[in-house]
């Protein structure tokens, strides 16, 4: 197998392709800023929505869980046994989907020895303010490095939870179906291997480098966002027991054997893709490096060409989270301080 990581040099001069030029580029005028919420926060990392319309919000560095309603910040707590160190620390959040009934809140987290996922119980105290227990860990093991540890996870339509790992650098793990690192995994709310796995363990697909965005369509399609090396960052349809390549391959090359990507950026200057959110026919994708928000039309299975919008003025974004009310969030990263942009409802 060749590694296809020649012939570009990420410097930012090549765009990105979609797999269909029929759907077209999707273009429409510059989103506004409905709001600007200026939280004083540190390094966050994902966003999810209680009912009532609280934000949640991990910061991967301090390990704080924060809570946003009415556009004021308060910190819920600090999660124990996190470990922050380079891209590790407290990272993913997914809201149960029984939370009316369990008020769990699923979390992915860097610890000594390993990535972990972990649920906390949510409580309101007398006040109105929010607390947690003691989290309990369900699944263990995912490797972990200073870079390279995926980190995003999500509940399905279907009910299970799916993850989203990366090879810590471990280059031997994304091909190897046994190995946790380079994947998405997909697991029942207690933590065990979801029924229907195509390789009966936790496993869902393969051949990953780092799972950053997770979403599903209108449909039940299931996408995700990937960081490429220092070409190829992907946007990918995901399917069961599929391989993408990692390490043997990037982008979409037309290899057998390997899927390829729907959305390839050639250059991670102009992407390196976080948080990933599907409103009706597009995704809407964060992007680090690269320093804006990527818009992409979707039709089925194939995607159209992105537009870029923000480019370098709010730094970079990290998540990307549809509100009840309609708006999207944008969470900046290493402003310090961080803060959201929040979006009027496309459409």
């Not at 809140?105 to 610890?111: D, P, Q, V």
């Not at 006040?127 to 490797?143: E, K």
């Not at 599903?216 to 490429?228: H, K, L």
């Not at 037309?254 to 250059?267: I, T, Y």
Request: glycine share 12%.
């Amino acid at each position: 197998m060749v590694l296809l990581l020649s012939g570009c040099t990420g410097d930012g001069n090549e765009l990105p392709t979609g797999n269909s030029t029929s759907i077209g580029t999707g273009t429409s005028s510059k989103p506004a800023v409905a709001e600007r919420l200026d939280l004083q926060l540190s390094v966050p990392w994902a966003t999810v929505f209680l009912p009532d319309g609280t934000a949640i919000i991990s910061e991967r560095d301090s390990a704080l869980l924060k809570a946003v309603r009415n556009g004021r910040p308060t910190t819920i707590g600090r999660v124990p046994d996190v470990v922050p160190g380079g891209e590790g620390g407290l990272l993913g959040l997914a809201l149960s989907p029984t939370f009316s009934t369990d008020n769990h809140l699923y979390l992915y987290f860097t610890a000594r020895q390993d990535n972990r996922i972990a649920r906390v119980k949510l409580q309101e105290k007398p006040d109105g303010s929010l607390m947690f227990g003691d989290p309990d860990v369900i699944f263990t093991g995912i490797p972990k490095a200073s870079i390279h540890n995926g980190g995003r996870i999500r509940f399905g339509p279907d009910g299970f939870l799916y993850v989203g790992t990366g090879d810590s650098t471990r280059r031997e793990q994304p091909q190897d179906p046994n190995a946790l690192g380079g994947k998405i995994l997909r697991l029942t709310p207690e933590g065990d291997p979801a029924p229907g796995n195509p390789f009966g363990n936790a496993v869902y697909s393969l051949g990953h480098r780092n799972v950053q965005g997770l979403a599903w369509d209108s449909a039940g399609r299931f996408w995700a966002s990937e960081f490429g090396p220092d070409v190829n960052d992907e946007l990918n349809l995901i399917l069961p027991g599929a391989n993408y390549g990692w390490p043997a391959v990037t982008g979409a090359p037309h290899r057998d054997g390997f899927l390829d990507a729907k959305v390839v950026w050639p250059s991670t200057a102009d992407s390196s893709p976080s948080g990933l959110e599907i409103v009706g026919s597009t995704a809407y994708l964060g992007a680090l490096r690269g320093q804006r928000l990527w818009k992409v039309p979707l039709d089925g299975e194939n995607a159209g060409t992105p537009v870029a919008y923000f480019t370098r003025e709010y730094g970079r974004i990290r998540d990307v989270v549809l509100a009840p009310d309609g708006r999207i969030w944008l969470l900046s990263n290493n402003q310090d301080p961080d803060f959201v942009l929040a979006l009027p409802p496309p459409g």
